[in-house]
C-alpha cells in the first residue's frame, strides 16, 4: 500500500491546526530536526499541541534543548485505500522507527508491521529519508 504525506508549517490562525486524522511534528527552529511526532486522529492539531496531555512532552523538549518556540508541521495523508485509524497509527509508526526523534518515547525500538507499507513525505518535509518502507 502507498501512502503519500504532504507536509506544510502550520502556525497560530492557520487552518491545518483544525485538521485531524494527520500527522504533525514539533521541529527545532534552526536546524529542522524533528524533535517529536505525534498523529492527530480524533482531535485536532490544535489539541494535541496545546492540550495539557502533552505538557510532558514541552517540558522535556525545553529541558533537553533550552527551546522556548519551535516550529510544527502537519503531514495529510493520501492513501490508495479508505482511511483508518489503525492505518495512521501504523505511518506514525513507521515514521517514528525511521527517524527516530528524540523526544518520542513509544514505537523507537518495537512496532506492529504492516508488509507492503510504503511511505513516502513531500513538501517541507525536513529530513534526510524521504521514503519508508514497511517490509
Avoid at 507536509?7 to 490562525?13: A, D
Avoid at 510532558?56 to 503531514?75: E, K, S
Wanted: hydrophobic share 35%.
Amino acid at each position: 500500500m502507498n501512502v503519500r504525506l504532504d507536509w506544510g508549517y502550520t502556525g497560530h490562525g492557520e487552518p491545518s491546526l483544525e485538521y485531524s486524522r494527520v500527522l504533525y511534528a514539533y521541529l527545532h527552529p534552526s536546524s529542522k530536526e524533528i524533535l517529536y511526532l505525534g498523529k492527530a486522529d480524533r482531535c485536532t492539531v490544535q489539541e494535541r499541541l496545546y492540550g495539557k496531555h502533552k505538557s510532558q512532552v514541552f517540558a522535556d523538549i525545553v529541558a533537553g534543548t533550552g527551546l522556548t518556540q519551535f516550529h510544527a508541521i502537519v503531514g495529510t495523508l493520501s492513501a490508495e485505500h479508505r482511511f483508518s485509524s489503525a492505518l495512521l497509527s501504523d505511518v506514525e509508526t513507521l515514521l517514528i522507527m525511521g527517524i527516530q526523534p528524540t523526544y518520542n518515547r513509544q514505537a523507537r525500538h518495537s512496532r506492529t508491521a504492516r508488509p507492503g507499507l510504503l511511505v513516502s513525505c513531500h513538501g517541507v518535509w525536513p529530513h534526510r529519508y524521504r521514503r519508508f518502507n514497511d517490509a
